[in-house]
């Protein structure tokens, strides 16, 4: 597959489950419910971020242009930097698709919503991760991938 092609197919569909896990939540539950899902480790838990992890700035005045443009530039910088990479590096090409998809997914929402739903809730009993979505998840573990990738090309270039 081409990597336009994959990049393509990685972001449209994680798009895809993004949004349509936000709006299966925004549509079937109320602000603030919660469904247990594992006792004690995991729930579905319908809340709104305003800021960005952790509610970083979420009573911020500027808030929402300042995450929409950053959003942006994001996009922006992973387009760039995708165009850079060698047609053989297919697992770069899917972690900056999937970066991409959480991003533009989360900047759906703030552009239509003014804030981010989220919904998944991982706790140890009462000690409970910041409630975080598909598109949060999208970008770590893009991320992690893009480490891994990162690693494996430095090795690469050792050998010769």
Known sequence: ??????????????IIIDQGTKIAIDRS???????QIIENFFNITYVRNRGAAFS??????????FFIIISII??????VAFR????????AHISLAMIFSGAVGNLIDRVRLGEVIDFLDVHWYRHHW???????S?????????????????KRLKRG
């Open 74 to 79: 994001a996009a922006v910088v992973i387009l």
């Open 56 to 65: 970083f700035l979420s009573d911020a005045s500027w808030r929402l242009p």
């Open 138 to 154: 999208l970008i770590c573990v893009g991320v992690i991938l893009l480490a891994i990738d990162m690693m494996l090309e430095e």
């Open 84 to 91: 850079k990479l060698r047609n053989d590096q297919r697992l």
């Open 1 to 14: 597959m081409k990597p336009w092609s994959l990049f393509s197919l990685f972001a449209i569909v994680g």
């Open 130 to 136: 910041p409630a975080f979505n598909v598109a949060d």
């Open 29 to 35: 539950m109320q602000l603030f419910d919660s469904v």
